[in-house]
């Protein structure tokens, strides 16, 4: 099956297309194309030129306007582009009728982005969940891959430039009954692998009901705020942290030891980003849903992007599409090392319960454990202990899974104060066989 067209955009040369409608805010379009920039290179493909074509509403047949296309079309000639990037979400039908016009490849921000999750996927689940999106995004669009591969079929005599109109007339009739098939193929592939996935997602829920009595944390946040680097040294991991896009598509999780003996357990996730597709989220479900069931959301925000705001807002989004917005979260501000003393006090007011670290020098990454350890202490009870040397046991036990606020060594008791998780109580009564104890 021809789904795999990573190859044919990686180290081929793009001129990317950002574009300003009527509402959009001009430096807010920048930073999107700067970031389309990212992804493209991310993708392997060589960016030759940023363009930004202003246009009051998108138009139904072809996005922008035929003249526009065609200084496109002149750039892409002059820097021997074969390939267009939009920053916007294309219809299969706008592309088809764009491609037609340029004769050029064009590739939107959905396309760019499978493409990368693609190249990056490792695990099997990761690649189901990417193949999975892949298809549903290919099946409408399928007449145009078939066009490309026509292309590609005669572009090996030479016609690659040019010639598709009459060669693309002599390959058609076979192409649309190949196309019957392949429609047919995907629609079935889509359907097994839906299937595979439900399994998946079955065995993470089972995998989930085991680790329920210990608290889990997710780390969520824009992609490249920092949260692998973070994780890894919170961890002592060697998750891979890159200055990339999407480095991390599988979650990992480990545990991290707190302050007052607690364990929790720590999960790094795939980052989020404007318009990440839809598609993406829906074949993702199984391992977002990890998120959604986490006892506290790390909220990672890149404090050195010029576009802090919007990231937060973005992912804050997400977390709503995936059913996470009820998680208690804490936000997180990294890359302090790259911002002046101003800009720290202005995140601090306007999100004053935030923590700041830089989680690449290591700054602050004691104090935010001290503050999940608050954070999960809150949900512990209190107890007054009037413990019976003969049940020795029960104060190892508080040792190893609370934390022992006093011990006064009495001739007949030890009288202790200490927290426990609530569901150490169980057990701990269980060896309080000859002491008395209340909860406060
Ligand atoms: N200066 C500075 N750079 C950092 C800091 N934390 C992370 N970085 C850098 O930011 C880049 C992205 O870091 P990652 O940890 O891979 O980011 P991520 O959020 O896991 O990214 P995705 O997995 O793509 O979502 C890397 O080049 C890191 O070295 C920090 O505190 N200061
Ligand atoms: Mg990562």
Redesign the pocket.
């Known amino acids: 099956m021809h789904l795999n067209y990573n190859t044919e955009i990686q180290s081929k040369k793009a001129v990317l297309v950002g574009i300003k409608l009527r509402h959009d805010i001009h430096s807010e379009v920048e930073e999107s194309i700067r970031e389309l920039a990212d992804l493209a290179t991310t993708s392997g493909i060589k960016v030759t030129c940023e363009l930004i074509q202003t246009k009051a509403a998108p138009n139904a047949a072809h996005f922008i306007g035929q003249g526009k296309l065609g200084e496109i079309k002149i750039t892409a000639d002059q820097t021997k582009s074969e390939i267009v990037v939009f920053d916007a979400d294309l219809s299969p039908a706008q592309t088809r009728n764009i491609e037609k016009i340029l004769n050029l490849v064009v590739i939107d921000r959905t396309g760019l982005i499978l493409q990368i999750f693609a190249q990056r996927a490792q695990t099997k689940e990761a690649k189901l969940q990417v193949n999975l999106a892949q298809l549903q995004y290919a099946l409408p669009r399928l007449t145009r891959m078939w066009t490309h591969l026509s292309r590609q079929a005669t572009a090996g005599s030479g016609a690659a430039s040019g010639g598709t109109g009459q060669s693309g007339g002599a390959v058609r009739g076979a192409g649309e009954t190949q196309l019957q098939i392949d429609r047919k193929l995907i629609s079935h592939q889509i359907s097994h692998l839906k299937k595979v996935l439900r399994d998946v997602e079955r065995q993470r829920q089972v995998q989930r009901h085991n680790r329920a009595k210990i608290v889990n944390i997710s780390?969520v946040?824009?992609?490249?705020?920092?949260?692998?680097?973070?994780?890894?040294a919170l961890t002592s991991a060697d998750?891979?942290?890159?200055?990339?896009?999407?480095?991390?598509?599988d979650p990992t999780t480990r545990t991290v030891e707190l302050p007052k003996n607690q364990e929790v357990l720590l999960t790094?996730?795939?980052?989020?980003?404007k318009k990440l597709p839809h598609q993406l989220v829906a074949a993702f479900k199984a391992t977002l849903e990890e998120v959604a069931e986490s006892n506290l959301l790390l909220h990672?925000v890149?404090a050195?992007h010029s576009q802090i705001d919007l990231h937060i807002q973005i992912v804050n989004n997400v977390l709503q599409e995936i059913g996470a917005s009820n998680v208690p979260s804490l936000i997180v501000f990294?890359?302090?090392?790259?911002v002046n003393e101003e800009l720290l006090c202005m995140l601090q007011i306007k999100h004053p319960k935030s923590l700041m670290?830089?989680?690449?020098?290591g700054?602050g990454t004691q104090n935010l454990k001290s503050h999940i350890a608050d954070i999960i202490s809150k949900h512990d009870i209190c107890l007054s202990i009037s413990l019976s040397y003969q049940d020795a046991k029960a104060l190892d036990y508080l040792y190893n899974h609370g934390h022992v606020v006093s011990a006064d060594y009495r001739t007949e008791e030890i009288l202790i104060q200490a927290q426990l998780p609530r569901r150490h109580l169980k057990p701990l009564d269980q060896l309080l066989i000859n002491s008395t104890h209340t909860i406060q």
């Open positions: 780390l946040g824009y992609t490249n705020a920092g949260k692998s680097t973070l994780f890894n998750q891979l942290a890159e200055d990339k896009l999407f480095a991390t598509l790094d996730t795939v980052g989020f980003i990672i890149d050195s990294n890359k302090i090392d790259q670290i830089s989680a690449l020098q700054d």
